[in-house]
């Protein structure tokens, strides 16, 4: 089945500092979203993107839907301690079946 | 409550067992999906109801689970002859459809952690 590639599948940075992930695909979607889960939660949405090419932020969160729409990527600017967590992107296959990536674990040293 | 409600929340049963798994979505949603997921895994698609009908059960992995939505809303995840490798955390999300909502916004439970000994 179609597969999402997501790198690093982990993180450890220092407080304060800029995350960046990413997310490809072998097949195209129309449609990406970023999810973050938090330990013995469900995922939440953090930011959806509808177009190729297509920048949109959300607070210290900026994503980005690539071009080829196969790839996408999630930057986090200044981070702070909840933003620990485990990162899935999400492709959007039809209209409602969303196929996640295994996901970037974030870990924060204060 | 607001959210989306699972229950339950821990379930550990013997190999070969019947386990049921609920799900209360959002009022009001009428989309439900049940998915999988292993650990250090993303959570993998099992099938989505709109109302009482199950439009894309091909996440199913085989005869043994089946799952009902017989008015629409509560949800429940059945598994017969339980194996080891059905052993994982069972997520539910609802989501509104058409005008209002977001394409893809799927609101999840906190899950049901099924261990199969």
């Known amino acids: 089945g179609q597969q999402l590639n997501q790198s690093p599948q982990s993180m450890f940075i220092q407080e304060g500092e800029d995350v960046s992930m990413n997310c490809t695909s072998s097949?195209?979607?129309?449609?990406w979203l970023w999810y973050k889960q938090d330990p013995g939660e469900g995922p939440v949405l953090l930011i959806a993107?509808?177009?190729?090419?297509e920048l949109t932020s959300n607070g210290r969160l900026t994503a980005q839907f690539g071009i080829t729409r196969k790839d996408s990527f999630l930057n986090i600017s200044a981070s702070i301690p909840s933003d620990v967590g485990i990162y899935f992107c999400?492709?959007?296959?039809?209209?409602?079946?969303?196929?996640f990536g295994q996901g970037t674990r974030l870990t924060i040293n204060p | 409550g607001a959210g989306v409600s699972q229950t339950p929340s821990n379930k550990v049963t013997e190999k070969g067992k019947y386990v049921e798994l609920r799900c209360d979505p959002i009022?009001?949603?009428?989309?439900l999906y049940w998915y999988r997921q292993s650990l250090g895994q993303g959570p993998e698609f099992l099938i989505y109801?709109?109302?009482?009908?199950?439009?894309?059960d091909s996440g199913l992995p085989n005869d043994r689970f089946f799952a009902v939505r017989p008015e629409g809303s509560v949800s429940t995840l059945k598994i017969q002859r339980t194996e080891r490798g059905d052993s994982a955390v069972y997520l539910c999300?609802?989501?509104?459809?058409?005008?209002?909502?977001?394409?893809?916004?799927?609101?999840f439970g906190e899950g049901s952690r099924l261990t199969v000994l």
């Open positions: 999300a609802s989501s509104l459809t058409g005008s209002g909502s977001r394409t893809g916004e799927l609101f």
């Open positions: 009022s009001g949603h009428t989309a």
């Open positions: 097949s195209i979607f129309n449609t």
């Open positions: 109801f709109q109302g009482t009908g199950a439009a894309d």
């Open positions: 999400a492709g959007l296959q039809g209209a409602q079946k969303l196929v």
């Open positions: 993107l509808y177009k190729a090419g």
